[in-house]
């Protein structure tokens, strides 16, 4: 059984650059999430989605975008690239929680460094 | 929003000895508390995790316990090995209803298990 697989796993864009990266979730998930891990810091929510649609978003400008596929897929979307940007990239799948909140796993991360 | 804070930040232990991660929430409304494991250049791995009406959970030579009341929640390696040698998060999150699932971690503890 495939867990969350992530491409590419590591990358290097210009300032202003625009980068994609994408996601397939754990077999059987529906919801995708994105997170951003900055040197030495814990994970931060970017957005979530489940049934193709943005359904929760953090704290994180416009320049953050994403999509989710009729497949599960997932794609992030970064614009107009800043050097803060630089960071580990997750995708994070589960199940459309319940109530008490369903199991979360996270792929291996797309390293993005921004020059 | 809801703030997580994880303690201590490093921790050394010896061979065999027991390590104990403390991390304390904001919001009562949180019901779901996993733990990672992330090794260096890897996405975090889900270890154990614990649901609000459940007090401890143990696997193995890992037990995470849940204290509703003071809003804490513990991690507890017992008789530890060098390959536990990594950095653990705890994190917090409310069912659909709330927040749709969405992490929020603390911090990160870096253990070092030293032979």
């Known amino acids: 059984d495939a867990g969350v697989t992530q491409s590419p796993t590591h990358l290097i864009k210009t300032r202003g650059q625009q980068v994609t990266l994408r996601c397939s979730p754990k077999s059987g998930h529906d919801t995708v999430s994105w997170y951003q891990q900055a040197l030495g810091q814990g994970p931060q929510f970017i957005f979530q989605?489940?049934?193709?649609?943005?359904?929760q978003r953090g704290n994180f400008p416009d320049r953050f975008s994403g999509h989710q596929f009729p497949n599960y897929s997932s794609e992030l979307n970064v614009n107009a690239l800043l050097l803060g940007d630089s960071a580990l990239y997750l995708c994070a799948s589960s199940l459309d929680p319940t109530p008490v909140g369903n199991t979360i796993y996270f792929g291996e991360g797309s390293w993005l460094t921004v020059v | 929003g809801e703030n997580v804070e994880q303690h201590p930040s490093t921790l050394s232990v010896q061979e065999g000895d027991s390590a104990v991660i403390k991390c304390t929430y904001s919001d009562s409304a949180s019901n779901y508390f996993p733990w990672y494991k992330q090794e260096l250049g890897k996405g975090p791995q889900l270890i154990i995790d614990i649901r609000s009406n459940v007090g401890e959970k143990k696997d193995q030579r890992i037990a995470v316990t849940l204290n509703k009341t003071a809003k804490h929640f513990s991690l507890h390696i017992t008789e530890t090995q060098p390959e536990d040698s990594a950095v653990y998060f705890c994190a917090a999150s409310m069912g659909r209803e709330a927040a749709g699932n969405k992490l929020t971690f603390g911090g990160g503890t870096r253990v070092l298990v030293k032979p």
């Open positions: 989605y489940y049934e193709e649609e943005e359904r």
